[in-house]
């Protein structure tokens, strides 16, 4: 499949959660995890993924949180979400 931008890519994985959650997951947990993506749209998929698989969740966050090339504002989201997903 060939995507046009960052959004597509977050698009398709939102939609895919409907029909196969699990490939939802690797999907978003591979947005999340990106570098090349843009950091709101890596931040978008993170928020996705404690309903999807919790654990992948929690590792995109923490990829996001601790990746010095992200904005301290979506670093900081990140950490506060994967604080969020730790006192459930």
């Known amino acids: 499949m060939d995507y046009d931008c960052d959004e597509d890519r977050l698009t398709t994985a939102e939609q895919l959660a409907a029909h196969d959650p699990r490939a939802a997951a690797q999907a978003c947990l591979a947005i999340a995890c990106d570098d090349g993506v843009g950091d709101e749209v890596r931040l978008s998929a993170a928020e996705l993924l404690p309903a999807l698989d919790p ?34």
Not at 59 to 88: F, H, K
């Open 55 to 88: 654990r992948a969740g929690a590792q995109a966050c923490l990829a996001i949180a601790a990746d010095d090339g992200v904005g301290d504002e979506v670093r900081l989201s990140a950490a506060e979400l994967l604080a969020a997903a730790v006192d459930r």
